[in-house]
């Protein structure tokens, strides 16, 4: 071996023990226990080419199991399996793969041809026990292609149609008539193959003890990918840490299914977004915003267009022009809304929504927009209201030439609900005005 290489070797190992990590609470891109794909779009017409991409990584030398969760854009969990990654893997999907084909990626904790094992990567993780030896994967990896029945149950399920025989003929998704599938994606780090749901009963137990682990090694990116429009952005995936610190007088992420028991930090309340409409981003910009309902949602009558407490609505939404100019449209602090004027632009747990569209009206071509997204839900699991977790990802284009993506600032967290802010900017309404007003 070269000294080049032995040197390498020795950054590599030491890495394995001191892992970056970040303060709890404020969400940014170092190895973590939970990973989240905000947002996935994919158009099942064979003629659109719209998908999106994702990786997981395994930061570590020791090896790591994810447990992989599809739910739809009302938070119904259709579809779960697990992916085998040896010391500083990587595992790419193409969710287009996925919804056309049944495809999914190929990992095995015992072959490794399928999954091979570098020089750098440990056998075993002393932990967790993860490796070789996980007979819970045994009759799991490597993943088969998806029968047709489970790959006819996630076309619908993601479309807003019936799922006839998973879900007995109800809906789980919100059906947006374009015959795209929505939905978002968490993966989480665990101690064994497991198809437990992570609101079912065992997945979390504290201190790591059940389905879920606390070990933050996880990491991940993702692209949004247009053949048709010519056009592609690129983001890291939202990296969720574990504390053993945290617990249920904290908003966890999974805090609706866990009573807090799976010691994730929570998300953001408050962001500011930037918005261009013009120039050389004519494409103008769109908003992905996922969404926490505080609430356990089941497949539901195909009747409604979505159950309580959908839409959900925001505490309150400033929008800005680029010299200083406010406009406040008027929102709700509850979710559902009562009926009437107005703006309600994130509804679901998972949206793409366009700035100046027909759901987000604004009067400026250019400026930003601040969102204080926390509010009250009827009959929420979430004993801190009105605090809501979001996410926020900025997606500029200019019609099919480029485009460019990236995370909204974070102004607020929930995880600590006695510290967390919740922010009303003053309104010009006469009663009566703030200063600066005129």
Request: hydrophobic share 40%.
């Amino acid at each position: 071996m070269t000294r080049l290489a032995t040197i390498a070797g020795l950054l590599l190992l030491g890495l394995s023990a001191q892992i970056a990590s970040a303060e709890i609470g404020t969400i940014d891109a170092v190895p973590a226990a939970t990973l989240l794909v905000p947002y996935f779009e994919i158009n099942l017409d064979p003629t659109d080419w719209t998908a999106t991409l994702f990786s997981i990584n395994n930061a570590a030398a020791e090896p790591a199991i994810a447990h992989v969760t599809l739910w739809t854009d009302l938070s119904v969990p259709t579809l779960d399996f697990n992916v085998f990654l040896t010391g500083y893997d990587v595992v790419t999907f193409n969710l287009r793969d996925l919804f056309t084909t049944g495809r999914l990626p190929q990992t095995s904790h015992v072959n490794t041809t399928i999954s091979p094992r570098g020089i750098y990567s440990n056998t075993t993780n002393p932990v967790t026990g993860v490796g070789p030896g996980s007979t819970s994967c045994n009759d799991q990896l490597p993943l088969p292609a998806l029968p047709a029945l489970l790959l006819d149950h996630i076309r619908a399920a993601h479309t807003g149609q019936a799922s006839p025989v998973i879900f007995g003929g109800l809906c789980s998704g919100v059906d947006h008539g374009d015959n795209v599938a929505r939905g978002y994606i968490t993966i989480d780090n665990v101690n064994f193959c497991s198809l437990q749901f992570p609101g079912e009963t065992g997945y979390w137990i504290s201190g790591g003890l059940g389905v879920g682990n606390n070990q933050n090694v996880l990491w991940g990116d993702m692209f949004y990918v247009n053949e048709t429009e010519n056009s592609a952005q690129g983001m890291t995936l939202v990296h969720v840490e574990a504390s053993d610190d945290l617990g249920p007088a904290d908003y966890t992420f999974y805090r609706r299914y866990s009573g807090g028991s799976d010691q994730r930090e929570g998300l953001g309340n408050l962001f500011a977004a930037r918005f261009l409409n013009g120039g050389a981003f004519d494409g103008g910009t769109d908003l992905v915003v996922w969404r926490d309902s505080k609430r356990s949602i089941s497949p539901f009558s195909c009747a409604l267009e979505a159950p309580n407490p959908f839409p959900l609505s925001a505490n309150q939404i400033v929008v800005f022009d680029e010299a200083e100019n406010p406009e406040v449209p008027p929102t709700s602090p509850f979710s559902p809304p009562i009926p009437g004027d107005l703006l309600i632009p994130f509804p679901w747990e998972a949206n793409l929504t366009h700035v100046g569209g027909e759901n987000f009206p604004v009067s400026f071509n250019f400026g930003w927009v601040y969102l204080n997204l926390d509010n009250n839900v009827a009959g929420s699991q979430v004993p801190f209201e009105p605090l809501l977790q979001n996410w926020v990802q900025v997606i500029h284009s200019a019609n099919g030439r480029f485009s460019v993506g990236y995370d909204g600032i974070q102004l607020g967290n929930v995880t600590d609900p006695a510290t967390a802010p919740d922010t009303l900017l003053p309104v010009c309404d006469g009663a009566p005005d703030p200063p600066g007003c005129s």
